[in-house]
């Protein structure tokens, strides 16, 4: 009796969390009422659908091609394990910012603490929304491979059912790992006094920690023996380059042959998957029924610094205040610090790999950069690809399009306070844009010590890079200020699951794809260097002109359309 | 002899700071009674509040409500509470009924009762028809109805509220506070934290004053004017005065 009670308990919470946080109430409500909200809806469904349409093409097309260079090496399921391992790694490394934000950081910590639940069960809701978050991520990943490989294997009904529990299961070891390394961090953050700076070192740390971890797990090596015997040796096992790639995470290589074989085998690995997913989770829940609440009320709470601070009144432009107060809200928000500052981290991470060897050191992407550099000597298109390199680690910036999301219910403060929407559009702009320069100078500097560049070269890509970047942050800007996401729950939700920063990227890549091409256009041109650098930097300045025009427009039009 | 809330010896401070929120306060609270507690901006009401409601940890001392202590056995002693908070930062995206319907599973309110009561709260306020609404689309005092009612739904033995007038027009306010009256007929408790003095004066029972931390004065309005025929305001000011000017 007391069980059934504490479970429909918790069923009510799981109901109430899943319908805040994916506003169904409210969607059915604006339906009723405003016929019009029905159609836009489902234009922008549209535009997703065609959006995340390309996306999902291009990714099972490259999907295709590698399946039937598996089929050539006698492995066909490898494109199962790459799918899955793809899947599994990038929740887990981004799960962290998820569970942290919906565990510890949601505005609705205080109200629950005050509710008779016991804290394992708002944790678990809490676990199971992020999970339910994570399953866009795990189907756009899995399916694809999932049905070409079944379809060149000719399988059954079982099989899509056996892939379908796979799916379910695939995101909840990455997340448990998750919400063990957040509790942690955030027990220790409760019992000290710096606690947003910890917050946000932490997690830095614990995100290369994973980064480096999953490094060093994939240059595990052959203890003896040639790399051809090596090879030879896996290519030789029925299931050796599953097991070889699959190394990276594990499940991956249970989930192949859950699906690749069949019977007893199949069942096996099954088993195994979820029998990890179980047991796993046990020790956790435990710890969180230990430990959960003290870290979450510890949010609550901010830091009293006893040193008196001087209180400046000093005054600045407009367009400044708006810029200092950007800065001030990302820094002073770990879901928002973590986000957006993120890149100005791993970027130089990634370009620095080489230097610590391991196996990113023998990445082919990364050799080929070098060669490609290598190869055209200090010509025009040395500079071109390395600002395109910085471009794209610039253009990853979440910052920029959710800059009006992350206002949220405070919009109405920019829209009462007498400086224009432009201005305040051009604040937010630089703001947004800042990061992005931050980025490239800190991954540019680490390509100056790992590809040994020279001083000309370096100064040449962070300049016209630069460059590129300001139109780029523009489209990312312009997209969060027409549709902005202001209605959210926890700060993740305005930055993460925020639909702008994806469009905002695509945005980016496009820009950059068309970028390329005229650049590669010119150099088949043959020009001279300096003409030629003059045209992209025209190029660019146009787009920027033409963007700024733009941004003043829609800032003033929305400001009067929003609510807020 | 029975209390419904007792503080014992209750301190906090923030983050792990030095400057305490709450410092040492003792408090008893009996059934039957409509306890005031007052206090300047930053005195420590709402911390005082939350720590009873199991929204902050404790730093040192205990606090137990219908006796059971809030740390060590929170779902009983939340069980025995309802609590309207002093923000109303909650689910925008849920319809008024839809929040009504989660606190009543939470707080295990059968079909029956929680029926009844959702229907004579919504009437009363006039709710009816906006609780079908999200509550985003609710002005201030809508949304603090909202929460009475839902801190109503099962009858808890202790109703805590911090300052609950805010927002709330004449007539609102006016049915609010009979409905603490009628709370504490049926012999339960109401604890609440206000800045109205006059509200105080005339419904309170016993009266809690708390400043910079510290109780400087409990006890009925006549005990708390020693002499003479002051008002509360005239008495509050004097005493908050005091405790600021450091001679106590
Ligand atoms: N979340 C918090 N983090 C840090 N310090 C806080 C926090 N909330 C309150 N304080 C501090 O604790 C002290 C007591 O605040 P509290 O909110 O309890 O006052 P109050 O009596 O409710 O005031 P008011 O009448 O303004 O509501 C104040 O010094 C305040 O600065
Ligand atoms: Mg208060």
Redesign the interface.
């Known amino acids: 009796m007391k069980e059934v009670?504490a479970m429909?308990?918790f069923l009510?919470?799981l109901?109430?969390q899943i319908?805040?946080r994916f506003?169904l109430?409210?969607a059915r409500?604006n339906f009723r009422n405003d016929k019009k909200e029905l159609w836009k809806a489902a234009g922008l469904t549209f535009i997703i659908v065609i959006a995340l349409g390309q996306v999902v093409f291009l990714y099972s097309y490259i999907m295709q091609r590698l399946y039937m260079a598996a089929q050539l090496l006698n492995s066909p399921q490898l494109i199962l394990t790459m799918g899955a391992s793809a899947a599994g790694l990038l929740i887990l490394f981004f799960g962290i910012f998820y569970i942290l934000g919906a565990l510890f950081l949601a505005?609705?910590t205080?109200?629950l603490?005050?509710?008779?639940?016991?804290q394992n069960s708002i944790f678990l809701s809490k676990f199971i929304l992020v999970l339910l978050g994570e399953y866009p991520i795990a189907l756009f990943l899995m399916l694809p491979p999932v049905i070409i490989y079944g379809a060149g294997a000719q399988k059954g009904i079982l099989y899509y059912i056996t892939a379908l529990i796979c799916i379910l299961f695939l995101p909840i070891v990455p997340l448990i790992i998750s919400s063990l390394l957040s509790l942690c961090l955030m027990h220790i953050v409760s019992?000290?006094?710096r606690?947003d700076l910890i917050i946000i070192v932490g997690s830095i740390i614990l995100f290369l920690a994973l980064f480096v971890g999953q490094n060093l797990l994939l240059s595990r090596m052959p203890e003896s023996g040639t790399e051809m015997e090596f090879l030879l040796e896996i290519l030789q096992r029925s299931d050796g380059l599953v097991e070889w790639s699959g190394r990276i995470f594990p499940p991956s290589v249970w989930i192949t042959k859950a699906l690749s074989h069949t019977g007893a085998e199949a069942l096996k690995n099954l088993g195994y998957l979820v029998l990890l997913s179980v047991v796993s989770f046990i020790p956790v829940w435990l710890l969180a029924s230990l430990i959960y609440q003290?870290g979450a009320?510890?949010q609550?709470?901010?830091?009293?610094r006893?040193i008196k601070r001087k209180l400046t009144y000093k005054g600045s432009s407009p367009i400044m205040v708006i810029f200092k107060n950007e800065w001030k809200m990302i820094l002073r928000t770990p879901v928002y610090a973590l986000n957006s500052l993120i890149g100005i981290i791993v970027g130089p991470v990634i370009m620095a790999m080489p230097l610590f060897g391991g196996s990113f050191a023998q990445d082919p992407d990364l050799q080929a950069i070098s060669s490609l550099i290598d190869q055209f000597g200090s010509s025009p298109a040395q500079v071109l690809i390395l600002s395109g390199i910085l471009v794209l680690f610039g253009s990853f910036n979440a910052a920029v399009s959710s800059t009006y999301s992350r206002e949220g219910k405070s919009l109405w403060i920019l829209k009462s306070i007498p400086v224009k929407p432009q201005t305040q559009a051009a604040g937010k702009l630089l703001a947004g844009y800042s990061i992005s320069l931050l980025c490239v100078i800190t991954t540019s500097l680490a390509m100056v010590f790992a590809l040994r560049l020279s001083f000309g070269l370096w100064l040449s890509s962070v300049v016209l890079s630069a460059a590129a970047l300001f139109p780029i942050c523009l489209s990312g800007t312009l997209i969060d200020l027409i549709r902005p996401k202001l209605?959210w729950?926890n700060p993740t939700e305005a930055i993460k699951q925020n639909f702008n920063v994806v469009l905002g990227m695509l945005a980016g890549v496009i820009i950059i794809m068309v970028l390329v091409a005229l650049c590669y256009g010119f150099l088949q041109l043959q020009m001279s260097p300096v003409f030629l650098y003059g045209l992209v930097v025209l190029i660019l300045a146009a787009l920027s002109w033409a963007g700024i025009s733009i941004l003043r427009k829609a800032a003033v039009r929305a400001y009067r359309r929003l609510e807020g | 002899m029975i209390v419904v809330l007792s503080i014992k010896n209750v301190s906090k401070s923030?983050?792990?700071?030095?400057?305490k929120a709450v410092d040492d306060i003792s408090l008893e609270v009996r059934p039957g009674e409509i306890f005031g507690f007052l206090g300047p901006n930053g005195a420590g009401k709402t911390t005082t509040i939350?720590m009873i409601?199991?929204?902050?940890?404790i730093d040192t001392g205990t606090i137990n409500v219908n006796g059971h202590d809030i740390d060590k056995d929170?779902?009983?002693a939340?069980?025995s509470m309802g609590?309207v908070?002093d923000t109303h930062?909650?689910?925008?995206?849920?319809?008024g009924i839809?929040y009504l319907?989660?606190?009543a599973?939470?707080?295990?309110v059968s079909r029956k009762e929680r029926k009844q009561n959702i229907e004579k709260y919504l009437d009363m306020f006039e709710m009816k028809q906006a609780a079908g609404?999200?509550i985003?689309?609710y002005s201030h005092g809508m949304k603090q109805k909202i929460i009475l009612t839902g801190a109503l739904l099962h009858n808890p033995p202790l109703w805590i509220l911090d300052e609950p007038m805010t927002g709330l027009d004449p007539k609102s306010a006016h049915l609010m506070k009979e409905e603490m009256n009628r709370h504490c007929q049926k012999g339960y408790t109401v604890f609440f934290s206000t800045h109205v003095l006059e509200v105080a004066e005339r419904l309170c029972h016993r009266i809690g004053i708390i400043n910079k931390g510290r109780i400087i004065a409990v006890g009925t309005l006549d005990e708390l004017r020693r002499s003479g025929d002051k008002s509360l305001e005239s008495i509050f000011l004097e005493l908050t005065d005091e405790g600021s000017a450091g001679h106590e």
Do not use: C, W
């Not at chain 1, 609550?300 to 009293?304: I, P, V």
């Open positions: 009670l429909s308990k009510s919470l109901k109430l319908n805040s506003g109430s409210m409500y505005r609705d205080e109200f603490a005050s509710l008779p639940l016991k019992r000290s006094k606690r003290r009320s510890a609550l709470e901010a830091e009293k006893t209605h729950n | 923030y983050a792990k700071g030095k400057v939350k409601t199991g929204v902050l940890p929170p779902i009983k939340k069980m609590y908070p930062d909650i689910y925008d995206r849920l319809t839809e319907n989660f606190i599973d939470v707080y295990e609404q999200p985003k689309s």
